[in-house]
Structures are given as structure tokens and as C-alpha cells.
């Protein structure tokens, strides 16, 4: 029987490259997106920033597979403002899905993750989970709290053969970095063509972005046998951003 896989934000960027690179390793994948025609790969659409979406989610899953094995959080979304200007609706939405949701997966999957008995639950965080930036309040602040969260899972799951993990990379090419560039630029006071290589990559001693494909290989290593010893750990794939 082919284990199972959920993710979130699954509809593009890296959710998109997870679901793709795990289905062709053989995981049964199902999808979660805002919107379920976006979706490549079997799913539902649902709204994670709200209780319901989440436990429809799960519940989704379960009716199509049987099981859950592993879940991956992975839908985010920014908004970059200093915090006088930073919009309180945009600090809640921001909470609800980087924070909030991965608890609520993990709660409602945790009684499959334990029947899986290799249970695997993976946060996509960042190096924001590490170290701060300016005029990103709500997102450094909801990834520093779901890094605690994936430390408290490791060790609430270690009895039942439950990993938990939290990827870390710097920025990645998506859309959701793509849209940034305006808001970057307006806040700093300089050209949009500038963003990339003053804001964007400044703290990084590797000039590049990472791709998608990366983090889902990385995925996969903490899914597969050969990463059942990492749990409760940042895995940062950052481009030395927090060496320094």
C-alpha cells in the first residue's frame, strides 16, 4: 500500500514541486489549496486560515486514502509594511496560516500519524524561523512560533515513531517572492530592479535563489528512512544567510 502524503499550498511554487516530486516517488499525494482547481494532484480546496478548512482537509484525506502518513504545511502568504502601516487584518491571516493551521493539521492528523507508526509531519519555515528582517512583523513572528511548535511535536511524537521537522531556506522562486519585490522596493525607497540583489539576496553569501525542486528533495530525504533520526530540528538549506 502506497504511503500518503498531505500538502498544503500544493497548487503552485513549492507545495507544487512537493506534490509532484513525492507522487513520482510513489506517495498517494493529496493536495490542499485555496482554490482545488489549481490543483495538479488530487485534493480539496479549503480555506487553512479558518478551523474548518483545516479539519476538512484531513478528514478529505482520510475519506480518500484510508490513511495519512505524513503531513506537510506548507501554504503561506506575505505582506511587507513597516509595523505602524502593517494592516491587523494582514498580522491575523498571517498567524492563521503559518501558525495556527500547522497546529490544527497536526491535531487532526495526529491520531493517523500515529497509526502509520513512521508518521512524518514537515513545516516549510524559513530562515525567517532564525532571524529576523524588517517590515515583516507578522511572518517572522508566526515562523519563530511554528519552529517552537515543531520542537513540542517532536517530542510529544518520539513514543509513537512521529518525526517532526521544520525546513528553513532562504528565499525561494515563487510567486510569493516574485510579489514582494514591489513592496520591497516602496519600503526601502529604491527601483524594483534593484530589490533582488540589495534586499533580497543581501544576506546571503550564495547569490542565488533556491529552487523549488531543492526543497522538495529535501522533503523527501526527511520523509524517507534515511531521515527518521532528524526531529525537532531547523534543517536549514538558507545559502549561509545565518552563519553570519
Excluded at 28 to 55: C, H, K, M, P, Y
Excluded at 80 to 108: C, G, H, N, Q, R
Excluded at 115 to 124: A, L, M
Aim: with cysteine; glycine share 8%.
Amino acid at each position: 500500500m502506497s504511503r500518503v502524503a498531505v500538502v498544503t499550498g500544493a497548487a503552485s511554487g513549492i507545495g507544487a514541486a512537493i506534490a509532484t516530486h513525492l507522487a513520482a516517488e510513489g506517495w498517494d499525494v493529496f493536495g490542499v489549496d485555496l482554490e482545488q482547481s489549481r490543483l495538479e494532484v488530487e485534493g480539496i480546496g479549503a480555506d487553512l486560515t479558518e478551523r474548518a478548512g483545516n479539519q476538512a482537509a484531513i478528514t478529505a484525506a482520510v475519506e480518500r486514502f484510508g490513511r495519512i502518513d505524513a503531513v506537510i504545511a506548507n501554504a503561506g502568504f506575505q505582506h511587507v509594511a513597516p509595523i505602524t502601516e502593517m494592516p491587523e487584518d494582514k498580522w491575523d491571516a498571517i498567524i492563521a496560516l503559518l501558525l495556527t493551521s500547522p497546529f490544527l493539521l497536526a491535531k487532526y492528523a495526529w491520531p493517523h500519524l500515529v497509526e502509520s507508526g513512521q508518521g512524518r509531519f514537515v513545516v516549510i519555515a524559513s530562515a525567517h524561523a532564525l532571524s529576523a528582517s524588517p517590515f515583516k512583523a507578522p511572518y517572522v513572528s508566526a515562523k519563530h512560533g511554528v519552529l517552537g511548535l515543531v520542537k513540542t511535536l517532536a517530542i510529544e511524537g518520539a513514543p509513537d515513531g512521529i518525526t517532526a521537522n521544520a525546513i528553513c531556506p532562504a528565499y525561494v522562486r515563487t510567486p510569493l517572492v516574485e510579489a514582494q519585490i514591489a513592496d520591497q522596493a516602496r519600503v526601502h525607497g529604491i527601483p524594483e530592479d534593484r530589490v533582488l540583489e540589495e534586499v533580497i539576496l543581501a544576506r546571503q553569501p550564495i547569490k542565488r535563489l533556491i529552487e523549488p525542486a531543492e526543497v522538495a528533495a529535501t522533503v523527501s530525504f526527511l520523509l524517507g528512512p534515511n531521515g527518521a533520526s532528524f526531529s525537532g530540528a531547523p534543517v536549514t538549506m538558507d545559502q549561509g544567510w545565518t552563519a553570519s
